[in-house]
């Protein structure tokens, strides 16, 4: 049902942001609504000098945006979901998502013969430190250094480096704006942050109006994979500055849920696999953290990688 409301749909100002927004913005219209996008740069767009789990703050990305929300300046916000804190701005919640991308990430290399040997000696750039646990964990040999920036800006900076061997992305986002060259591989065997590929859609908790639109577009077994996912975050008090990844993915009458966490230099992790009935999904993810810190070590570990300090060009003190 159409509203004679102008939705005004927040954004960050990045191409890859303002495709997401476009893509929202094109399912509602499609659906009889009128909207208007209001774009605005975030505390993430504009403080390029550190890596992001060094900042020291949460939702670098999504603040700005927030308080559109809350000051009314907009109706509703499009965040990739995997950007958007596990504890939202008071009155603001996620009311709908749209059908997940890709999930992947992927690997940009100049030598594809340093995937080949586990033992091998590259440097590979990467800003999270999720992907940097798990690669690693598998190459323990190579480098990680930190990037910054819009995708289009990595790739510039990868591809102008000579330091750098190979610089790790979401597949999703190189994806959605046809930027996978040739020389990318798929990493099967890396686990997820938890909601990546998921674009998000956020507005007020008073707002039921909106609410019900948003419905209409929203869908639902990407809402509950997304929810599994972030409650597992929360639960295991993670984010930007905590390595934890986590897939769970709807077959039939059951939620498949895959759950980690790595020390910084991936000598240490820990993992949860579980299977539990779709009807479950509101508790899964807490279940499966709690899982998780019942291995021993579990616990000190997440206590030894909060206490870390962070300098300013992202090493520990």
């Given at each position: 049902?159409?509203?004679s409301r102008?939705?005004?749909?927040?954004t960050?100002?990045?191409?890859?942001?303002l495709?997401?927004t476009?893509?929202?913005?094109?399912?509602l219209e499609a659906?009889?609504h009128?909207?208007?996008?209001v774009?605005?740069?975030s505390t993430?767009?504009l403080?390029?000098s550190?890596?992001i789990?060094?900042?020291?703050?949460?939702?670098v990305?999504t603040?700005q945006?927030d308080?559109?929300?809350i000051?009314?300046?907009?109706?509703i916000?499009?965040?990739?979901l995997?950007?958007?804190p596990?504890q939202l701005a008071?009155g603001?919640?996620?009311?709908?998502?749209?059908?997940?991308?890709p999930?992947?990430?992927?690997?940009?290399?100049k030598?594809?013969t340093?995937l080949?040997?586990?033992?091998?000696?590259?440097?590979?750039?990467?800003g999270?430190l999720r992907?940097?646990?798990q690669w690693?964990?598998?190459?323990p040999n190579?480098?990680?250094?930190g990037?910054?920036?819009n995708v289009?800006?990595?790739?510039?900076k990868f591809a102008?480096?000579?330091?750098m061997d190979?610089?790790?992305?979401?597949?999703?986002g190189?994806e959605r704006?046809?930027l996978?060259?040739?020389?990318?591989?798929?990493l099967?065997w890396?686990l997820?942050a938890?909601?990546?590929?998921?674009i998000?859609i956020?507005?007020?908790e008073?707002?039921?109006e909106m609410?019900?639109i948003l419905?209409?577009i929203?869908h639902?077994e990407?809402?509950i994979a997304?929810w599994?996912?972030?409650?597992?975050m929360?639960?295991?008090?993670?984010g930007?500055?905590?390595p934890?990844?986590?897939?769970a993915?709807l077959n039939?009458?059951e939620?498949?849920?895959?759950?980690a966490?790595?020390?910084?230099?991936g000598k240490?992790?820990?993992?949860?696999?579980?299977?539990m009935?779709?009807s479950?999904?509101?508790d899964?993810?807490?279940?499966?953290a709690?899982?998780?810190l019942?291995?021993?070590?579990?616990?000190?570990?997440i206590?030894?990688?909060r206490?870390?300090k962070?300098?300013?060009e992202g090493?520990?003190?």
């Open positions: 049902m159409s509203t102008i939705i005004k749909i927040a960050r100002t990045s191409k890859l942001a495709w997401q476009e893509l929202v913005k094109a399912r659906r009889g009128s909207c208007e996008i774009s605005m740069e993430g767009d403080q390029l550190q890596p789990y060094a900042l020291g703050i949460s939702g990305f603040k945006l308080a559109a929300l000051n009314k300046q907009a109706d916000a499009v965040h990739s995997k950007d958007v596990t008071e603001l919640m996620i009311s709908a998502v749209l059908e997940r991308g999930s992947q990430d992927l690997v940009i290399v030598d594809k340093i080949e040997d586990n033992l091998s000696w590259a440097t590979i750039a990467s999270s992907r940097r646990g690693l964990a598998k190459y190579h480098q990680l250094v990037i910054r920036g289009q800006t990595r790739l510039r102008e480096s000579e330091e190979a610089v790790i992305f979401a597949k999703a190189l704006l046809g996978i060259p040739d020389n990318a591989v798929v099967d890396m997820p938890p909601a990546q590929g998921i998000g956020a507005c007020r008073v707002d039921t609410q019900n419905a209409e929203n639902q990407t809402f997304g599994v996912e972030r409650q597992f929360q639960t295991m008090m993670g930007c500055s905590v934890i990844s986590a897939y993915e039939g009458s939620l498949e849920f895959k759950g966490m790595h020390s910084f230099d240490r992790y820990f993992e949860v696999t579980r299977v009935l779709i479950e999904w509101q899964a993810g807490k279940i499966s709690q899982k998780l019942q291995q021993p070590g579990a616990t000190a570990l206590e030894e990688i206490n870390k962070w300098d300013e090493a520990v003190n």
